[in-house]
């Protein structure tokens, strides 16, 4: 099946730096890509969504200029949280679907990436 | 907002049937049922959806009832490997510009 690849899978890093995360489609073209955020013992919350070539929409309650998403090609998106504070420290998960596949509408999800803010 | 009502928790023994239910009461015509489910520290995994008809595939089954407003997975025979939280979402097919809602989940146990 489609593979959804994030990195890294755990970084811990100072309060006040940035942090990167990536999300790649390995093996199809992903014109919609979506960030997740979960915290320990929760649901996945959707932060929002990375479309290539534009802006992201955010979900109401998440700040466009703390979360940086760059979606600069059909299998790359990037979130970078910038300013990291302890309570960014969460796990954050993409997922994707083939823009060219029909059928099911399946979305994949990357492997999630922890952030451990200190 | 998540369509879906499931149950926070469920145990089940190792080898035998697991069946996690689900409500989805105002799920739409347009609207399939969909399964996934989380092991502790890994992303989402998809098992399986469906529109009206039972479906079954290499991970589990789907029992939907026949008026739609809930359905129920089983997976046949659970091993520990199954322990996770599975998430039942309602979705409009081929919405591929739509992300998934995720609710609460069932948090499954599968006990040795």
């Known amino acids: 099946g489609a593979v959804v690849s994030q990195h890294p899978s755990w970084v811990i890093c100072k309060s006040g730096t940035s942090v990167k995360i990536e999300c790649r489609s390995l093996?199809?073209?992903?014109?919609?890509m979506f960030w997740y955020r979960q915290f320990p013992k929760q649901s996945l919350m959707l932060m929002a969504t990375s479309n290539e070539g534009s802006k992201a929409t955010y979900e109401q309650g998440v700040e466009k200029d703390k979360f940086l998403i760059n979606h600069a090609s059909l299998t790359l998106s990037t979130l970078t949280v910038t300013s990291a504070h302890p309570e960014d420290s969460s796990f954050y998960i993409c997922?994707?679907?083939?823009?060219?596949?029909?059928?099911?509408?399946?979305?994949?999800f990357g492997e999630g990436s922890r952030l451990t803010v200190l | 907002d998540a369509k879906t009502t499931q149950p926070p928790s469920m145990d089940c023994a190792e080898g035998r049937a697991a069946n996690l239910p689900c409500n989805h009461s105002t799920i739409s015509g347009n609207e399939y049922v969909y399964w996934y489910r989380q092991i502790h520290s890994q992303g989402p995994q998809y098992i399986i959806h469906?529109?009206?008809n039972n479906e079954t595939n290499e991970m589990a089954s789907l029992i939907i009832t026949e008026d739609r407003k809930s359905s129920t997975l089983i997976l046949p025979h659970a091993t520990l490997r199954d322990t996770a939280v599975y998430y039942c979402?309602?979705?409009?097919?081929?919405?591929?510009?739509?992300?998934?809602?995720f609710g609460k989940g069932t948090r499954l146990s599968v006990i040795a």
């Open positions: 979402i309602v979705r409009v097919l081929n919405s591929g510009n739509t992300p998934l809602v």
């Open positions: 469906g529109l009206k």
């Open positions: 093996d199809f073209q992903a014109t919609t």
């Open positions: 997922s994707a679907r083939d823009a060219l596949a029909g059928g099911t509408g399946e979305l994949f």
